[in-house]
């Protein structure tokens, strides 16, 4: 069975600074992986995907995740966070036919001054 | 573009009765999901259609829970008798799942707004 863990539930990071928020997946075939931002009182919006080829994926809003098998990680990474980036950050596993997401427990990012 | 189209969105029902959630798939769509966000549970799948069917409701909790799609531009999730440990953020996305030789092929998942359901 597929299964997503995020191992921070809260992150605290300074406006300005690098952040990375981790995830690891469980799944018996080629995994397709998803990165999801909700921000207070919204649904989802789809930040980036892969499914395969070139590890490293970017997608909107300056954000970028890395693909390792050997490690069954999917971390999502953006070098210089905004304020407006505070938000839940979900990572997700799909699998075709429909592509049905199965989410992680979601982190939630909170931005200082 | 509407988007996904979800209402209400927010609901006080007391335990005990009929709660009715609807959707309106992006139109074109022919794949919808039905999620339910928990602090518990954090998000989970309740049912997913496809061409008006549906395909996987492993997810749907119990008898209490049903879920109809009967045109490509309407869906309804209903809970009867609603509980109180039903209160949570109910999510309808939708997306265009298209085959090819019997391949599905991926296309991004839209999601409505929501539906916040507090059964008192």
């Known amino acids: 069975a597929q299964s997503v863990t995020q191992p921070d539930i809260h992150i605290t990071v300074s406006e300005g600074a690098s952040l990375e928020l981790r995830c690891n997946y469980s799944?018996?075939?080629?995994?397709?992986l998803f990165w999801y931002v909700q921000s207070p009182g919204q649904g989802l919006q789809l930040l980036l995907k892969?499914?395969?080829?070139?590890?490293l994926v970017q997608g909107i809003k300056g954000f970028e995740a890395e693909f390792k098998r050997s490690q069954s990680s999917f971390n999502l990474r953006k070098p210089s966070v905004h304020w407006s980036d505070a938000a839940e950050y979900f990572c997700a596993v799909g699998a075709p036919p429909g592509y049905a997401l199965n989410f992680g427990k979601g982190t939630s990012l909170l931005v200082t001054p | 573009d509407a988007g996904v189209i979800q209402s209400p969105r927010h609901e006080v029902t007391e335990m005990g009765q009929e709660v009715t959630l609807r959707c309106k798939p992006i139109s074109g769509h022919n794949s919808l999901f039905w999620y339910r966000q928990t602090m518990m549970r954090g998000l989970e799948l309740l049912i997913y259609f496809n061409n008006n069917v549906p395909i996987d409701d492993s997810g749907m909790p119990e008898d209490r829970f049903s879920a109809k799609m009967p045109n490509a531009s309407f869906s309804t999730l209903k809970i009867q008798p609603s509980e109180p440990r039903d209160s949570a953020v109910y999510f309808c996305?939708?997306?265009?799942?298209?085959?090819?030789?019997?391949?599905?092929?991926?296309?991004?998942?839209?999601f409505g707004p929501g539906t916040r359901l507090t059964v008192l």
């Open positions: 892969y499914f395969s080829g070139d590890t």
């Open positions: 996305a939708s997306s265009l799942e298209a085959r090819f030789s019997g391949v599905s092929s991926y296309n991004e998942q839209f």
């Open positions: 799944y018996g075939a080629t995994p397709y």
